[in-house]
């Protein structure tokens, strides 16, 4: 399933399997499509809105 994603509070850094790590912070709008693999890592307390589609 994809999640869409807005960041009200908080970071976290994203690796996908095989990719460059992503900073995602209070502000922005993320998609994770289905079948994704990554690595999460929560800096700051993370607060957001999401829906699984």
């Known amino acids: 399933m994809t999640e869409s994603a807005y960041v009200l ?3 976290f850094h994203v690796t996908p399997q095989g990719g460059d790590k992503v900073v995602i912070k209070a502000g922005d709008f993320v ?4 079948g994704l693999k990554s690595q999460w890592e929560v800096v700051k307390t993370l607060k957001k809105h999401y829906k699984h589609s």
């Open 9 to 11: 509070e908080g970071e």
């Open 31 to 34: 998609v994770f499509p289905k």
